[in-house]
C-alpha cells in the first residue's frame, strides 16, 4: 500500500523560510517523477516544483524559481521542498505526489500523477 505523507508545514513571516517532507511507504521513489503542488479553495491544483525519475532533473514553477528547492533522498524515500523568501501569496495547502516511469515532459501534469499525500498548509503572514 502506497502512503505520502506530507509535513513541516506551518506559520511563518514574509521573507521567511520554510522546509516541507514528504516521506513516502510502499514504493521506490527512484522510479517515480515526484512533485510538489499547490492548491487553494479557489483555484486548481498548480505545479511548483518536481524531480524527474530519469536523470533526476529538477523543474519550477515561475513563481517560485530562485525561492523553491526540490531534492530528494531516494534511500530513505524523502522528498524535500526548500522555501525561502516567502511570500504572502504562497499560503496555500501543499501536496507531494508520485508518478510511476512517467515521462518528465509531463511532470507538470496534475492528472498524471499515481498517487497523492494528504497536504500540509502553509501560512505566510505578512
Known amino acids: 500500500q502506497v502512503q505520502l505523507v506530507e509535513s513541516g508545514g506551518g506559520l511563518v513571516q514574509a521573507g521567511g523560510s520554510l522546509r516541507l517532507s514528504c516521506a513516502g511507504a510502499?514504493?521506490?521513489?527512484?522510479?517515480?517523477?515526484l512533485g510538489w503542488f499547490r492548491q487553494t479553495p479557489e483555484k486548481a491544483r498548480e505545479f511548483v516544483a518536481g524531480?524527474?525519475?530519469?536523470?533526476?532533473?529538477?523543474y519550477y514553477a515561475d513563481s517560485v524559481k530562485g525561492r523553491f528547492t526540490v531534492s530528494t533522498d531516494n534511500a530513505e524515500n524523502i522528498l524535500y521542498l526548500q522555501m525561502i523568501s516567502l511570500k504572502p501569496e504562497d499560503t496555500v495547502i501543499y501536496y507531494c505526489a508520485a508518478d510511476l516511469l512517467a515521462p518528465k515532459q509531463i511532470i507538470a501534469a496534475t492528472g498524471e500523477y499515481d498517487y497523492w499525500g494528504q497536504g500540509t498548509q502553509v501560512t505566510v503572514s505578512s
Open positions: 510502499g514504493l521506490i521513489f527512484s522510479r517515480y517523477n
Open positions: 524531480i524527474s525519475w530519469i536523470g533526476r532533473s529538477t
